[in-house]
């Protein structure tokens, strides 16, 4: 089912009111190199366009957007033929005026990362507002480093399968010279306490001339409470070893009901103070 804006008194009168002059301009000039129409075809398609992302945008903000209709049914915003043309043609306009975060920029089709480049779109859109230059540095606030280094994911299957950073074929694809370290989990001490007969795989990829990880993969059952870990030391590139020397918080027992936690020196001199 097809709905439109059921408030279109929100919709300005003049639809070039949406973006500046200069990148409604900018638009309706590049449409036509696109689509063999007039420019008078051109302008009118190119504020339908317009008009089609307000009132989604203006949908999204009311508490029913996604929801069932009272039918059962389901709905969706569907674009005219001349909106649709114009979408395909606008990601072709040079320019910082259009930002597109989750599945349609197909880097990482995942909820949290979406909302990781939301973060950074937000970032790049009030630095610009500000004036302020931007910082497009690895892992700086106007860049989605994340989006190539370090996307957590897990499939919750039975075992779980959980990874973050990139595999030993993806690493030497980009030219890294790697080490591949393959744990068998059952020496973790902590896999006895999650179940009998525990088994579990984790590899660790190294990067051998950084000597900080570059990704890690786990095979298990409960693997999902190790990622975050994992992702942190793969962000922040922490040397390799030092890995083994931080100190961690051991998940929950099912068989002593605490939570267990092993401390530093600096933690328990912390303490008595």
């Known amino acids: ?42 302008e009118r398609a190119v504020g339908q366009f317009l008009v089609f992302l307000k009132a989604y945008a ?6 029913d957007f996604g929801m069932l209709l009272p039918t059962g049914e389901s709905y969706q915003v569907v674009p005219t033929q001349p909106v649709d043309a114009v979408w395909h043609a606008v990601v072709g306009v040079d320019g910082d005026w259009l930002y597109a975060i989750g599945d ?33 540095n690895a892992w700086g606030p106007h860049q989605t480093t994340a989006d190539t280094y370090a996307v957590p994911q897990v499939i919750f299957t039975d075992p779980e399968v959980g990874a973050v950073g990139m595999t030993a074929e993806q690493a030497e694809r980009a030219g890294y010279r790697v080490r591949v370290v393959d744990v068998d989990m059952v020496r973790v001490p902590g896999a006895a306490l999650w179940a009998d ?18 990704g890690v993969t786990f095979v298990g059952p409960g693997i999902a409470d190790l990622l975050h870990s994992a992702t942190i030391a793969v962000a922040s590139q922490v040397p390799s070893t030092d890995c083994g020397t931080r100190s961690r918080h051991s998940r ?15 933690e328990r001199l912390s303490a008595v103070k």
């Open 104 to 136: 349609i920029n197909h880097r990482a089709l995942l909820t949290h990362q979406g909302k990781y480049q939301a973060r950074i779109v937000g970032n790049v859109i009030a630095a610009r507002a500000a004036g302020r230059p931007l910082d497009t």
């Open 197 to 214: 007969g525990y088994e579990g795989r984790a590899r660790m990829v190294v990067d051998l001339d950084g000597e900080h990880l570059l």
């Open 252 to 266: 929950r027992s099912p068989r002593c009901g605490c939570d267990c936690s092993r401390h530093t020196e600096a």
């Open 58 to 63: 203006d949908r999204m903000g009311r508490t």
């Open 1 to 42: 089912m097809s709905i439109t804006a059921d408030r279109p008194a929100t919709i300005a009168a003049d639809p070039c009111t949406l973006v500046s002059a200069e990148v409604f301009n900018k638009i309706t000039r590049y449409f036509p190199t696109r689509q063999e129409v007039s420019q008078t075809y051109a």
